[in-house]
């Protein structure tokens, strides 16, 4: 077991958890609006989500996840998630004050719960996980052998982790440069994006439900 391949690996967890999706939108909004621990929260929830996924195809329960009428709940289920967290989203833009939200934070509590529910419940996170965690085991298990499996997934996790601590940073340092209005246009941004990603799955959930 080498050093560059422990860090492979943890550049792989940054790389799996960086491009823009619903996670990171939700992560955005509440990190902006609620500080570092509440954008901390939601990545926490959602890395709880991605270990079940994680969990769940290194049990080898892939054949669950992957019969139709499962799919098809969570398409549809995944983007009413959405879709109530974007509107939400919106909704809340126009009340959005930072003095205010100083003092009346969200609790780190919904924080989490908003992370663990959009990802839990997103199809292409479930599908993502399938397809590329499910060929990286086949594949490490074909060249290194089952021994280190374990080992391997953690460092997975850790580049999850280590991405979660940069965003709710990077989240923190922007919050003391934005002022009421920019607030805004960041919340309502961020809730299109999840109305967006919501309606989407539904469309998917409809197709497979029609087909």
């Given at each position: 077991m080498s050093v560059q391949l422990l860090l492979s690996y943890i550049f792989l967890g940054l790389t799996l958890a960086a491009p823009m999706g619903p996670v990171n939108s939700a992560r955005l909004d509440k990190g902006i609006k609620n500080g570092f621990w509440n954008a901390w929260s939601v990545g926490a929830g959602s890395m709880i989500a991605d270990g079940i996924f994680?969990?769940?195809?290194?049990?080898?329960m892939v054949r669950?996840?992957?019969?139709?009428?499962?799919?098809?709940?969570?398409?549809?289920?995944?983007?009413?998630?959405?879709?109530?967290?974007?509107?939400?989203?919106?909704?809340?833009?126009?009340?959005?004050?930072?003095q205010a939200t100083m003092r009346n934070k969200e609790s780190l509590t919904k924080s989490f719960m908003t992370g663990f529910m959009v990802s839990i419940t997103s199809p292409l996170s479930i599908l993502f996980w399938l397809g590329i965690y499910g060929s990286i085991l086949a594949?490490?298990?074909s060249?290194?052998?089952?021994?280190?499996?374990f080992i391997y997934s953690s460092m997975i996790f850790f580049g999850l982790a280590l991405w979660d601590l940069t965003v709710a940073s990077l989240t923190t340092g922007l919050r003391r440069y934005l002022n009421d209005h920019m607030l805004k246009w960041v919340s309502l941004i961020s809730g299109i994006?999840?109305?967006g990603f919501g309606v989407y799955f539904c469309i998917q959930?409809?197709?497979?439900?029609?087909?």
């Open positions: 994680m969990l769940l195809i290194y049990l080898g669950f996840l992957n019969m139709p009428e499962i799919q098809i709940f969570l398409w549809l289920f995944g983007g009413l998630v959405l879709v109530y967290s974007g509107v939400e989203s919106i909704s809340t833009a126009n009340k959005v004050d930072i594949k490490t298990a060249a290194y052998g089952t021994a280190h499996l994006s999840l109305i959930g409809i197709k497979a439900l029609a087909g």
